[in-house]
Protein backbone atom coordinates (compact mmCIF):
# COMPACT_ATOMS: atom_id res chain seq x y z
CA UNK A 1 0.00 0.00 0.00
CA UNK A 2 1.26 3.28 -0.50
CA UNK A 3 -0.36 6.70 1.30
CA UNK A 4 0.31 9.78 -0.28
CA UNK A 5 -0.74 12.46 2.99
CA UNK A 6 0.19 15.98 3.96
CA UNK A 7 0.88 16.26 7.34
CA UNK A 8 1.10 19.36 9.75
CA UNK A 9 1.56 20.91 12.70
CA UNK A 10 2.53 23.80 14.88
CA UNK A 11 4.86 24.16 17.22
CA UNK A 12 5.00 25.88 20.39
CA UNK A 13 8.29 28.17 19.14
CA UNK A 14 4.88 29.58 17.29
CA UNK A 15 7.79 29.74 14.40
CA UNK A 16 5.39 28.79 11.72
CA UNK A 17 3.12 26.47 10.15
CA UNK A 18 5.17 22.86 9.04
CA UNK A 19 3.92 21.45 6.56
CA UNK A 20 5.01 18.07 4.75
CA UNK A 21 4.05 15.68 1.96
CA UNK A 22 5.22 12.19 2.33
CA UNK A 23 4.44 8.93 0.48
CA UNK A 24 4.37 5.96 3.20
CA UNK A 25 4.60 2.52 2.08
CA UNK A 26 3.59 -0.45 3.33
CA UNK A 27 5.24 -3.59 2.29
CA UNK A 28 4.99 -7.40 4.56
CA UNK A 29 4.69 -4.72 7.40
CA UNK A 30 7.57 -2.99 6.77
CA UNK A 31 7.01 0.84 6.24
CA UNK A 32 9.48 3.44 5.19
CA UNK A 33 8.56 6.71 3.55
CA UNK A 34 10.02 9.29 1.31
CA UNK A 35 9.39 13.11 1.74
CA UNK A 36 7.96 14.91 -1.69
CA UNK A 37 7.78 18.11 -0.44
CA UNK A 38 8.18 20.47 2.80
CA UNK A 39 7.92 24.01 3.97
CA UNK A 40 7.25 25.70 7.20
CA UNK A 41 5.05 28.37 6.55
CA UNK A 42 6.04 31.44 9.02
CA UNK A 43 3.10 33.26 11.33
CA UNK A 44 2.51 37.17 10.88
CA UNK A 45 2.22 38.42 14.03
CA UNK A 46 -1.70 38.72 14.14
CA UNK A 47 -1.07 34.85 14.01
CA UNK A 48 1.35 34.73 16.41
CA UNK A 49 -0.57 36.54 19.36
CA UNK A 50 -3.70 34.59 18.61
CA UNK A 51 -1.78 31.36 19.14
CA UNK A 52 -0.16 32.59 21.95
CA UNK A 53 -2.53 34.24 23.70
CA UNK A 54 -5.65 31.22 23.14
CA UNK A 55 -5.04 29.85 26.43
CA UNK A 56 -6.24 33.30 28.11
CA UNK A 57 -9.58 33.48 25.81
CA UNK A 58 -13.13 32.65 27.13
CA UNK A 59 -14.92 29.47 25.99
CA UNK A 60 -16.78 31.09 22.62
CA UNK A 61 -13.79 33.37 21.48
CA UNK A 62 -11.36 29.97 21.87
CA UNK A 63 -13.59 27.67 19.79
CA UNK A 64 -13.79 30.82 17.27
CA UNK A 65 -10.34 30.69 17.22
CA UNK A 66 -10.06 26.67 17.09
CA UNK A 67 -12.36 27.22 13.67
CA UNK A 68 -10.68 30.90 12.22
CA UNK A 69 -7.04 28.60 12.49
CA UNK A 70 -8.64 25.50 10.84
CA UNK A 71 -9.61 27.68 8.06
CA UNK A 72 -6.07 29.08 8.44
CA UNK A 73 -4.20 25.45 7.81
CA UNK A 74 -7.04 24.44 4.93
CA UNK A 75 -6.24 27.66 2.84
CA UNK A 76 -2.36 27.59 4.02
CA UNK A 77 -2.17 23.84 2.50
CA UNK A 78 -4.38 24.85 -0.54
CA UNK A 79 -1.26 26.85 -1.41
CA UNK A 80 0.78 24.32 -0.57
CA UNK A 81 -0.82 21.88 -3.20
CA UNK A 82 -0.82 24.91 -5.93
CA UNK A 83 3.45 25.63 -4.96
CA UNK A 84 3.94 21.94 -5.24
CA UNK A 85 1.94 21.03 -8.12
CA UNK A 86 0.11 18.26 -5.97
CA UNK A 87 -3.67 18.40 -7.38
CA UNK A 88 -4.81 15.25 -7.69
CA UNK A 89 -2.00 13.37 -5.63
CA UNK A 90 -2.91 13.40 -2.26
CA UNK A 91 -4.77 10.70 -0.21
CA UNK A 92 -5.35 12.14 3.32
CA UNK A 93 -4.20 15.15 5.24
CA UNK A 94 -2.69 14.35 8.94
CA UNK A 95 -3.03 17.69 10.74
CA UNK A 96 -1.73 17.74 14.51
CA UNK A 97 -2.83 21.34 14.74
CA UNK A 98 -1.68 23.68 17.77
CA UNK A 99 -1.05 23.11 21.23
CA UNK A 100 -3.13 25.06 23.33
CA UNK A 101 -3.88 22.69 26.61
CA UNK A 102 -2.11 19.65 27.76
CA UNK A 103 -2.25 18.01 30.87
CA UNK A 104 -2.22 14.74 30.34
CA UNK A 105 -2.21 13.83 34.00
CA UNK A 106 -5.57 15.30 34.16
CA UNK A 107 -6.65 13.46 31.04
CA UNK A 108 -6.93 16.39 28.92
CA UNK A 109 -5.35 18.29 25.88
CA UNK A 110 -6.36 20.21 23.16
CA UNK A 111 -4.93 21.61 19.64
CA UNK A 112 -6.15 24.31 18.19
CA UNK A 113 -7.72 23.96 14.42
CA UNK A 114 -10.65 22.56 13.20
CA UNK A 115 -10.00 19.40 11.28
CA UNK A 116 -13.78 19.84 9.82
CA UNK A 117 -12.76 23.46 8.62
CA UNK A 118 -9.43 22.12 7.01
CA UNK A 119 -11.13 19.77 5.26
CA UNK A 120 -13.88 22.27 4.20
CA UNK A 121 -10.71 24.41 2.74
CA UNK A 122 -8.96 21.55 0.77
CA UNK A 123 -11.69 19.04 0.05
CA UNK A 124 -9.75 16.41 1.29
CA UNK A 125 -10.34 14.03 4.49
CA UNK A 126 -8.23 15.05 7.14
CA UNK A 127 -7.07 12.80 10.47
CA UNK A 128 -7.11 15.04 13.16
CA UNK A 129 -6.99 15.61 17.10
CA UNK A 130 -4.39 12.88 17.22
CA UNK A 131 -3.88 13.59 21.22
CA UNK A 132 -6.86 13.15 22.60
CA UNK A 133 -7.15 9.19 21.96
CA UNK A 134 -4.21 8.49 23.34
CA UNK A 135 -4.53 10.95 26.44
CA UNK A 136 -8.37 8.67 27.17
CA UNK A 137 -5.98 5.97 27.13
CA UNK A 138 -3.75 7.23 30.06
CA UNK A 139 -0.98 7.60 27.53
CA UNK A 140 1.14 11.42 26.95
CA UNK A 141 -0.54 12.28 23.96
CA UNK A 142 1.92 11.58 21.60
CA UNK A 143 0.87 8.66 20.20
CA UNK A 144 2.93 8.75 16.83
CA UNK A 145 6.37 9.57 18.74
CA UNK A 146 7.31 5.38 19.51
CA UNK A 147 6.95 4.74 15.34
CA UNK A 148 9.18 7.12 14.87
CA UNK A 149 11.82 5.78 17.50
CA UNK A 150 11.22 2.66 16.53
Given at each position: MVYKVIGVMSGSSLDGLDIVFTELQERGGVWSFEIKAADCIGYNKLWEQHLKNAVDLCAKDYLLLHSDYGRFIG??????????????????????????????????THQLGDGSAI????????????????IAFG????????VGEK
Open positions: QSIHEFIDRNNLHHQVNLISSHGHTSFHLPKNKMAAETHLPVVSDLRSIDGQGAPIVP
